[in-house]
């Protein structure tokens, strides 16, 4: 399903509605619906992180039971799975929109999706792609992953929308959560080979900052080799476009290696990887891209 993008701080009438959870990213929800007029209801586990906000208008309620009876639209924003379970405990949620924004896993959301209907209420999953700093703030371009009911997506995204941009991939209450690991997965990948790179030169008169910007621009460079890759995995044919196949790239990884150990730097972020692209060469695949790594991978 395309996906659909609403951006965020749109002009809409001023709704009600309940957010479950005061940490970071809750209460930096909260300040952005309460400065664009919505009237809200909150409530966290420990009362005194609700004081700043109800300084700002919002309506603290002594219980999760009383705020999911204050409005229709219930937004949760807890720890993990396990804390909705627990709030959540004994909740009338019949009639509902219960829009659950805790980090979770596609087989979790499918399982508090079914729960959710077993009480009689509509769900929606959200994956956020922001860190709190950049909610309520369009030109930092935070956005939310939302899957599950697209009836309730549709009734409520301009209020969803608010804090940060939308993005609904698919009925599929799972879908936000595989998107949202999904890219923070690949993030995690970059992170270690920045790691990496940094570590090569701390032994030598290289400053950080100079190498820095280097980095950010070959890796901006490298990116678009997303989109080949999504190419080659559609069409089945993983030589298509291919610039360096496997055979050459296998043959360079050992002076990645040496030159670790020239350096005196573990090759523990590099190996795992050089390790998958040599078992794909030895099936006799060296006239492909890498794309075939993710064939051992789903193995």
């Known amino acids: 399903m395309a996906q659909k993008n609403v951006d965020p701080l749109s002009k809409t009438a001023p709704t009600s509605l309940t957010l479950l959870g005061l940490g970071a990213m809750g209460a930096a929800l909260a300040r952005t619906w309460l400065a664009a007029g919505h009237s809200l209801t909150v409530w966290n586990r420990t009362a005194a992180r609700a004081e700043p906000l109800a300084a700002q208008g919002a309506t603290v309620a002594a219980t999760a039971a009383e705020a999911v009876a204050a409005n229709r639209l219930v937004v949760v924003c807890l720890l993990d799975d396990a804390s909705v379970e627990e709030a959540l405990d004994g909740v009338d949620l019949a009639g509902r929109d219960l829009v659950n924004l805790v980090t979770s896993t596609p087989g979790l959301a499918r399982a508090r999706a079914a729960w959710a209907r077993e009480r009689d209420a509509r769900y929606l999953d959200g994956g956020i792609m922001a860190v709190p700093p950049m909610i309520g703030v369009p ?150 891209d890498l794309t075939g790594v993710i064939d051992l991978l789903r193995r």
Do not use: C
Not at 156 to 170: I, K, N, S, W
Not at 240 to 261: D, I, W
């Open 139 to 288: 030109a930092a371009g935070p956005y939310v992953f939302y899957s599950g009911s697209q009836e309730l997506f549709e009734e409520h995204r301009d209020t969803l929308a608010v804090p940060a941009a939308t993005r609904f991939v698919g009925e599929d209450a799972g879908f936000a959560a595989l998107y949202d690991v999904a890219l923070l997965s690949a993030m995690y990948g970059m992170f270690a080979g920045v790691a990496h790179a940094f570590a090569l030169i701390g032994k030598e008169s290289v400053a950080p900052s100079d190498l820095a910007p280097l980095l950010t621009s070959w890796l901006q460079a490298m990116a678009g080799s997303a989109a080949q890759t999504a190419a080659q995995l559609e069409s089945g044919d993983y030589t298509l476009g291919v610039v360096s196949n496997l055979a050459m790239q296998v043959a360079g990884t050992p002076t990645f290696l040496r030159t670790a150990e020239e350096q005196g730097v573990s090759p523990e972020l590099l190996a795992p990887y050089f390790e998958l692209m040599a078992r794909r060469l030895a099936e006799g695949s060296g006239a492909e």
